[in-house]
């Protein structure tokens, strides 16, 4: 079976400019989760989506960041623009249903964004 | 709302030594925890987990869980270190809205 893909694995931009990261989970998955993971701090959701619907985006700063997961399969997590504190791997993850609190998530290995 | 500490940043244990990985949460209700570990470059990976039942949990990789109520903890440990455990390692604590919120991590490093 295959895992979460993410890309791309690492990114560099000058702060202010834009980026988008990509994100794909595993078949089947109704429930896709980005995580912030700032060096030496667990992740911190951002936001999860529950098929193609936003369940949960109440830690997402909503004025520079943005998500989207059309046909509720793949996602994108967009930055624009950026600061130098969204310096972070941005993780993506998924669960089969999401809604289950023994519900296990299963993540990708993450893009690792540096902003200058 | 759920928290989770790990009161140690970093440890160095020796190749073949037992490891002990500290833990304790704050929630009000039961909880469903849970231990991931991050090799570098990798995404999180999880161990084991703890919904309910025997308080002893076996997971991959040789590591087992105990969860202590009276103490909120969750201790995990592994008889005999390998050099391939050098990692990060996450616990992590799930409310009743499915949510995870992670502690800021252990650090392990294994010396020959």
């Known amino acids: 079976e295959a895992g979460v893909a993410q890309s791309p694995r690492y990114k560099i931009i000058e702060k202010r400019q834009s980026v988008a990261f990509w994100c794909n989970p595993i078949?089947?998955?109704?429930?896709l989760y980005w995580y912030q993971q700032i060096l030496g701090q667990g992740p911190k959701l951002l936001i999860q989506f529950q098929n193609n619907g936003v369940v949960d985006d109440s830690q997402l700063p909503k004025d520079r960041f943005s998500a989207e997961r059309l046909k509720g399969v793949d996602s994108t997590l967009k930055i624009q623009p950026a600061k130098l504190e969204d310096s972070a791997v941005y993780l993506c993850?998924?669960?089969?249903?999401?809604?289950?609190?023994?519900?296990?998530?299963?993540f990708g290995p993450g893009t690792r964004l540096t902003v200058l | 709302a759920q928290s989770v500490t790990q009161p140690d940043i970093h440890i160095t244990v020796s190749e073949g030594a037992s490891l002990e990985l500290r833990c304790n949460y704050s929630y009000g209700a039961t909880p469903y925890l849970f231990w991931y570990v991050q090799s570098p470059g990798q995404g999180l990976q999880l161990l084991l987990k703890?919904?309910?039942?025997?308080?002893l949990v076996q997971g991959i990789k040789g590591f087992e869980a105990e969860f202590k109520r009276s103490q909120s903890s969750f201790n995990l440990r592994k008889p005999s270190v390998h050099w391939s455990d050098a990692a990060e390692y996450f616990c992590a604590v799930a409310s009743n809205d499915y949510k995870l919120s992670f502690g800021a991590g252990t650090t392990v490093t294994v010396r020959a």
């Open positions: 993850a998924s669960s089969p249903r999401g809604t289950t609190s023994t519900d296990t998530q299963y």
């Open positions: 078949s089947g998955h109704a429930t």
């Open positions: 703890y919904f309910s039942g025997d308080t």
